[in-house]
């Protein structure tokens, strides 16, 4: 039993509802426009938290093996790096979790697209495979592109763009321009929990080699590159808001402005980085409940 939570806290339950924000939004999209399918959202759903838990799971042993998650690291304490699980125990779970990912993407694509749209088939089986690798390559080789400044890039590509503008397509089978403000929308607040996170961790990834985004920038200007992502995120979902307005109901995920500035409040005040941690949890849930509201408002 004591092993089973041990997996479980290294899969990191609370990354999760972020994960699928982008599920959420997309698929209330599909659901107004009459292309939303039961199936599709379930398989996207669970392909979603497959990818995430592989990615969380690389994240453990990439930075474990290179040693970057240390006594200095300021999160709660990892798999590898606690001794709780070995290396090669992790490296057979990833192994096992990219399986599962895999199969899970082939049954979300044939359930979409069945044998009547080939190169969207083809499109997504690259789509599933980069993701894949993005999954794996955050920490893990010695040419990972977290420790180059670039996971930012990545995240609001996968968990914006691809995860909210990719999973309409496999609903309708074409592109609407109603996705991208809410894709750009996840893709920034997403941003904005990875800097956070690195913003946290910024003395120990430097004593590690760990070039991230805000180690490159530094403790202020990542400060200033924090306030840029979510202070934007909130312009263009105000915007979508106004573009898309039916009801005054569409606008009810405004409401989860107010944690968010209160955040960046927080943020600016801050000189300890240990005070940050709580802080991924808020924007992660605000993400979160502004994909929920949002989806409900347009549907509305």
Known sequence: ?????????????????????????????????????????????LTTLSLQILSNLAND???????????????????IQSGLI????????????????????????????GAQHFLLTLLFFALG?????????????GNAYGYRGLGDVFVFMFFGLVSVIGCYVLYAKTIDHVVFLPAITIGLLSAAVLNLNNMRDIDSDRSASKMTLA???????????????????????GLFGIL?????????????????ILHLKTVKENKDPKLLDPELKKVALSTFFLSVLMAIGHLL
């Open 215 to 237: 180690l490159r920038l530094g403790k202020e200007k990542a400060k200033k590159y924090h306030f840029f992502l979510v202070i934007t995120a909130i312009i263009i979902s």
């Open 1 to 45: 039993m004591k092993q089973v939570s041990v997996w479980v806290s290294a899969m990191r339950l609370r990354t999760l509802p972020l994960s699928v924000s982008g599920i959420i939004l997309a698929s209330s999209f599909a659901h107004y426009n009459g292309y939303f399918n039961w199936v599709v959202f379930l398989l996207a759903l």
């Open 61 to 79: 042993y990439g930075d474990g093996v290179k040693g970057t998650d240390n006594e200095e690291r300021i999160g709660p304490k990892r798999a």
């Open 86 to 113: 070995s290396p090669d125990a992790m490296f057979e779970a990833i192994k096992i979790n990219i399986l599962v990912t895999i199969i899970l993407a082939f049954l979300l694509i044939f359930s979409s697209f």
């Open 244 to 260: 898309y307005f039916t009801s005054i109901f569409n606008l009810i995920y405004v409401i989860v402005y107010i944690p968010l």
């Open 129 to 141: 495979i980069l993701s894949i690798v993005a999954a794996m390559r955050y920490t893990i080789g």
